[in-house]
């Protein structure tokens, strides 16, 4: 896979699509073999390759970032829980698990309300499935959860007194990772599991046709 023509655009969707539940890659890999980029487009290329395949090594990374600035602030932790739950609504993949679980224990106690939390029917256009599907959550669609935790943790960061120091953390945290996606250089397994990835979206489409 060329990583030069692949578009910012291209990359949020992907990662949005992308299964966020693999474990993160090993330190010993994540740690190894960094080199400078000898022109800007090797530079791009390494930084969208890298944030792909270390991306929940970099979710991770924020978090303990987040974690150690909100330490000694009850409340920030919290808000800090809630944002990140925000933050991973906008992939498909935790969407649908996350709201699958929360049906299946809601099950046990009360059917009903379970069953008041399906999805949605997929809308179908001349006898295939939509190719524009619209991911809910818990039968509500997915953007009102995650305006209501983005919501939620803004005014928990605001009554703990620490929404600039946070920012702070955040901004650091982000730039430990733009650094390294632009040092690290990308192994044999990384462009394997790209092509892995491109294999898969291919016989997706071609199984909802």
């Known amino acids: 896979m060329d990583w030069g023509n692949v578009t910012a655009e291209d990359l949020i969707g992907a990662l949005k ?15 190894s073999r960094f080199t400078i980029p000898r022109s800007y487009s090797k530079w791009s290329s390494r930084l969208k390759c890298n944030s792909y395949y270390y991306r929940t090594n970099y979710f991770i ?3 303990l970032i987040l974690g150690v600035a909100c330490i000694l602030r009850p409340l920030a932790i919290l808000a800090t829980a809630l944002s990140a739950l925000s933050i991973a609504f906008l992939n498909d993949s935790f969407a649908a698990t996350f709201s699958e679980r929360v049906t299946r224990t809601v099950r046990k106690f ?9 999805p949605r029917h997929m809308p179908v256009i001349r006898g295939r499935p939509s190719a524009k599907k619209s991911v809910y959550i818990l039968g509500r669609p997915r953007l009102l959860f995650v305006l209501l935790f983005s919501a939620v943790s803004f005014v928990l960061w605001y009554a703990s007194g620490s929404l600039l120091y946070i920012s702070w953390a955040l901004i650091s945290g982000l730039l430990v990772i733009v650094l390294h996606a632009s040092f690290k250089t990308p192994n044999l397994k990384a462009r394997l599991n790209t092509f ?8 997706r489409n071609y ?3």
Do not use: C, G, Q, Y
């Not at 699509?17 to 740690?31: A, C, G, M, Q, Y």
């Not at 892995?196 to 016989?203: M, P, Q």
């Open 196 to 203: 892995r990835e491109e294999f898969r979206a291919v016989w």
């Open 110 to 118: 009360s059917p009903h309300l379970a069953a008041k939390m399906r």
């Open 61 to 63: 990374l924020i978090l």
């Open 207 to 209: 199984s909802d046709l």
């Open 17 to 31: 699509e992308v299964d966020w539940t693999s474990p993160p890659r090993p330190l010993n890999e994540f740690f």
